[in-house]
């Protein structure tokens, strides 16, 4: 999923900013949804801690109540993978976003080709998130891309018969197989059961009596076999 979070006290341009989101978003087929804002207020500042998945940040260098500088450098001090992007009507900001070094994608000047870069911000951003350590794939007509560092674990339902991707604040249901999935991660997933992967980067505890695995988001998967839990390991 990807997260667009746009802020602006100038509807138009938050508008402007969504309906391009929309139309590149819709033509890609990717799965997205768009945070809309006209300030920074309490809403945003609780998205911005949110463990949201490939967050993209538009954000109003000059808004009421707190300046885009300041409200970058309070998402860089836990997030350091966002992707930020300035929008002000004052070109001279650029230079001290420069010495910030806040890591910034791009910086978009209000009066100055504002569509057309907007629309380049949004593709680099995608080149970027597609470019990480990502679970890439297509199932039914949509493009999912997945962090794996926000995967938990992948089990199979046999009911179902699809495979249910769990991650710290969604549950993806997908056609393909466990088989298919470990592939595509390059062995970042491992098996603790023939029905289960795990990502062991998100493991905190296993017991091997019970046969339980504990996450570090509180979540617990009983999958671990005699077969696989000796690959499984705390790390």
């Not at 490939?54 to 409200?71: C, H, R, T």
């Not at 890439?136 to 249910?164: G, M, Q, W």
Request: proline residues 1%.
């Amino acid at each position: 999923m990807n997260n667009f979070i746009v802020v602006d006290d100038f509807k138009k341009k938050t508008k402007k900013v969504e309906n391009i989101i929309n139309k590149i978003m819709m033509n890609n087929k990717i799965e997205y949804k768009v945070h809309i804002f006209d300030d920074y207020n309490s809403e945003f500042k609780k998205l911005v801690n949110e463990p949201l998945t490939n967050k993209i940040y538009f954000l109003d260098i000059e808004a009421n109540s707190a300046s885009g500088i300041d409200i970058a450098r309070l998402i860089r001090k836990n997030d350091l993978e966002s992707i930020i992007i300035f929008i002000t009507a004052h070109e001279e900001l650029s230079s001290i976003i420069i010495k910030e070094q806040l890591m910034v994608l791009t910086f978009i000047c209000k009066f100055d080709n504002f569509e057309s870069k907007v629309k380049d911000a949004i593709m680099k951003s995608l080149t970027y998130i597609g470019k990480k350590r990502v679970l890439k794939f297509v199932d039914s007509n949509a493009v999912y891309i997945i962090p794996i560092k926000d995967i938990l674990y992948i089990t199979h339902d046999n009911i179902e018969r699809r495979c249910l991707i769990k991650t710290a604040n969604h549950v993806y249901k997908i056609s393909k197989s466990l088989t298919e999935i470990s592939e595509m991660s390059n062995g970042a997933l491992v098996y603790s059961h023939r029905a289960c992967l795990v990502n062991e980067d998100r493991i905190i505890k296993i017991d091997k009596k019970d046969k339980t695995i504990l996450f570090d988001t509180g979540d617990v998967v009983n999958l671990v076999s005699d077969n696989y839990k000796k690959g499984v390991s705390v790390l």
